[in-house]
């Protein structure tokens, strides 16, 4: 059994999961925590610095983003003013309720982080209890609104230290004093002494926030948590892992509509140093089947269905505007625009807000949004009315467009190609149409699609297979190979006995895991447009373990699940990619992609089925 639980020092050799080699926490992506609402999310380093938050949404602006600059662009950071000899942190129990331990010469103390489930008004609350002996401490809050570029007006209002500009205000309680705290100060904490700080979050034009009890917020807050962990329906083995990974999930839920953010972040490089920085604080529609199968397998029902309601929302009633990705409260427009005035993590350029490539052509999305439909109907057991509209509407968009290139699952940046995995999405809806007219009993011919349905594989197979290599290709008349061909298997598409996949698989292998973890596929500014190279693409490589198990390849899938598992951070985080040379996390984080792939691996391999799975 793989546990969360127990605490782990910075100092461990990178062995497993939760080891840093480290000596100064706090800079590498992976040296984070989550903290969260259910509105929007906090990253919190090793070294008690909050160094990424949005607010009030995820989708806001933020005004804590030094992860992505410098001090100067915003932060909190509470720790001790000695130097730091060991850092010991993690979750309390089952909750979003962060401990951090600091051991210095003078004593131990520790440092407790949570958000309380929003009410009204966000709060982060922050209170440090001493442990051992008498521990100097230092507070510095730099609120910096507009993504960090605005210096907010300080003053002091109603019995809180203050920071207003724009739109945003931030309103400081706490302290050692009767008087509201310094957005800095210094202060000594003793052994069993406690200290607490809460920020919370307004409009300047608003009441001022009422003051938080933090002792009632964190009892309410761990009652949530562990109320809502109390719920999960979790496989053997993995349990703790997916717990964790389920809860992570459930922080990046914009719970008045039910979407999932693909990552609470924005800005944090695919390459280091290099220009592959998006933003992730949107709901893509190819996640969607893997959502709606971690929520299902898990038993979260009402989170399943406040998914699908979102999902049907956003995409409305005309399969010809699909997009590949919404706003958490369904937004269409998501305009790309970069940040000047941030650096970027590690220097990584341009630091970009929006997502431009909501405006893309790409296939599998309609594959994507079929097969929800068809599980969905297959877990009520029924199809209703306008699930049957809705898939056949798609079913009759992609017979007018599937021939057509386009950029791919991977939204592609370079120029348009048949990608094979996008004509096989394309011949999934189809053939979710033709069984949910078998299975259903609809009035509609089916002979037409199921003949359609047969022209799309024979041409998958003709044009998308290089028979000469004994593998499918990444498009048409390629040479290299891509991690989403997986999907065939795993769709369906073909059996896991053909030994076409089994052709696949070896190509994959050999051309897309240098150090035993899968990359998406070769970056080549031909096909992505890009510069730079990527690190390891973590989904892919959870894909690949199912792919194993449906092979009958069964230790080599525990051993690369096993493996995977192993890359999450001390508090079982994981980011969308992995760069094995450097033994370090890339891309924004926590990646709900990556953790939605865990969970849906573990209990794939758990229940020991190698039939056919949408992953």
């Not at 607010?55 to 992860?67: G, V």
């Not at 984080?589 to 939605?596: E, G």
Request: aromatic fraction near 10%; charge should be negative; glycine fraction near 8%.
């Amino acid at each position: 059994m793989i546990s969360t639980e127990s605490a782990r020092t910075s100092e461990a050799p990178r062995t497993g999961w939760g080891s840093s080699t480290r000596k100064e926490p706090g800079l590498l992506i992976e040296d984070h925590a989550l903290l969260g609402d259910l509105y929007t999310a906090a990253l919190v380093a090793k070294d008690g610095s909050i160094d990424f938050l949005c607010l009030p949404d995820f989708d806001s602006d933020a005004c804590f983003t030094s992860l992505l600059g410098t001090p100067d662009n915003g932060r909190w950071k509470l720790a001790p003013k000695a130097p730091v000899r060991e850092v010991r942190r993690r979750y309390r129990g089952k909750t979003l309720i962060l401990e951090t331990e600091f051991v210095t010469d003078e004593g131990t103390v520790r440092v407790v982080d949570f958000m309380p489930i929003r009410k009204g008004t966000p709060h982060v609350v922050r209170w440090v209890e001493g442990v051992r002996g008498t521990v100097a401490m230092r507070s510095e809050l730099r609120p910096r609104f507009a993504n960090g570029y605005t210096v907010p007006l300080v003053s002091r209002k109603d019995g809180a230290a203050t920071a207003i500009a724009g739109p945003d205000a931030v309103y400081f309680r706490g302290g050692t004093g009767k008087e509201p705290p310094p957005f800095e100060s210094e202060f000594t904490v003793q052994a069993g002494q406690r200290v607490p700080f809460v920020l919370s979050w307004a409009r300047p034009y608003d009441d001022v926030p009422a003051a938080l009890d933090p002792e009632a917020a964190l009892s309410e807050t761990q009652t949530y948590w562990e109320d809502w962990a109390s719920r999960l329906h979790l496989p053997p083995h993995y349990d703790d892992v997916v717990a964790r990974s389920l809860l992570t999930l459930k922080a990046c839920s914009f719970q008045p509509s039910g979407a999932l953010v693909a990552a609470p972040t924005f800005g944090l490089p695919e390459t280091p140093g290099g220009e592959r920085n998006w933003d992730y604080r949107f709901c893509w529609i190819r996640d969607s089947v893997l959502t709606l199968n971690a929520l299902m397998r898990a038993k979260l029902l009402d989170e399943a269905d406040a998914f699908g309601h979102w999902l049907e929302h956003a995409v409305g009633g005309a399969p010809d505007q699909l997009q590949i990705m919404y706003g958490i409260r369904g937004e269409r427009r998501l305009t790309e625009v970069t940040l000047d005035w941030l650096k970027g993590y590690e220097g990584a350029r341009p630091v970009r807000i929006g997502n431009g490539a909501y405006s893309q052509f790409q296939l599998d999305v309609l594959g994507e949004f079929a097969a929800v439909l068809y599980i969905h109907a297959e877990q009520a057991g029924k199809l209703t009315e306008r699930g049957q509209k809705a898939l056949h509407s798609l079913a009759t968009r992609v017979s007018e467009v599937w021939t057509e290139p386009d950029h791919g699952i991977w939204e592609m940046r370079g120029p348009t190609h048949s990608f094979t995995a996008s004509k096989v999405s394309a011949w999934i809806v189809i053939d979710c149409w033709v069984r949910a007219i078998e299975k259903y009993g609809l009035k509609e011919d089916k002979a037409p699609w199921v003949k359609l349905r047969q022209t799309i594989h024979d041409e998958v197979c003709s044009k998308g297979y290089d028979a000469k290599r004994g593998t499918f290709t990444q498009y048409y008349g390629s040479k290299g190979v891509d991690a989403s061909l997986l999907f065939i298997p795993l769709s369906g598409f073909l059996p896991p006995e053909d030994p076409r996949i089994a052709g696949t698989v070896k190509a994959i292998e050999e051309e897309l895991m240098p150090d035993g973890l899968v990359l998406r596929y070769r970056t080549e500014a031909s096909v992505d447009g890009l510069s730079g190279e990527e690190g390891a693409f973590l989904a892919c490589s959870f894909w690949l373990a199912n792919t194993y198990h449906m092979l009958g390849r069964t230790e080599d899938a525990r051993k690369l699940f096993e493996k995977l598992v192993g890359l999450c951070n001390d508090v079982g985080l994981l980011a969308e990619e992995y760069l094995p040379g450097q033994r370090r996390m890339i891309g924004n984080f926590p990646q709900a992609f990556s953790h939605l792939a865990l969970v849906n691996s573990a209990y794939f391999l758990a229940e020991g089925n190698k039939a056919a799975m949408y992953s």
